[in-house]
């Protein structure tokens, strides 16, 4: 039987067990990953970007099955941020680091092997080494 991911429950828990312990959470994303909609200016040359989720600095924060969703300001910009979880490689604490990172998830229809390359065709010489 093929069960969903357990990283949206993961996630959720971990927010609220890092909010409940007065501390800030933050998420560690991949900006790359299809879906995901996060200002590029603040991505790394990695392609990923930490996102302070705390009730403080993000308002209507959503965590669906799919997704967490919510406004920030960045730079004093009003922005929607869209997320899904296969985007998310870890959720911490930001005063201690305590959290719980994520293996990437395989995608689930991956591309067949690439098939073997034909050998040469053309006969090698032997070759020897003098040994002394």
């Known amino acids: 039987m093929s069960m969903s991911s357990s ?6 828990a971990l927010y609220e067990w890092i909010v409940d312990n007065e501390c800030t959470p933050h998420v560690l994303v991949s900006a790359y990953t299809e879906g995901t909609e ?3 200016q603040y991505v790394n040359e990695d392609g990923l970007v930490v996102l302070n989720i705390s009730p403080t600095a993000v308002s ?3 965590m669906d099955n799919e997704a967490l969703s919510f406004g920030a300001r960045f730079g004093g910009v009003p922005t ?3 997320v899904p979880y296969s985007a998310v490689l870890r ?3 930001r005063e201690n680091g305590q959290g719980l990172v994520f ?3 395989m995608d689930p229809s991956p591309e ?3 098939k073997p390359s034909k050998p040469d065709s053309s006969p ?7 040994v002394k």
């Open 7 to 12: 990283r949206p429950y993961m996630v959720r």
């Open 38 to 40: 996060v200002p590029q």
């Open 60 to 62: 209507g924060l959503a």
């Open 80 to 82: 929607d941020i869209y």
């Open 91 to 93: 959720i911490y604490a």
């Open 103 to 105: 293996e990437p998830e």
């Open 112 to 114: 067949p092997p690439p």
């Open 124 to 130: 090698k010489r032997p070759s020897l080494k003098v």
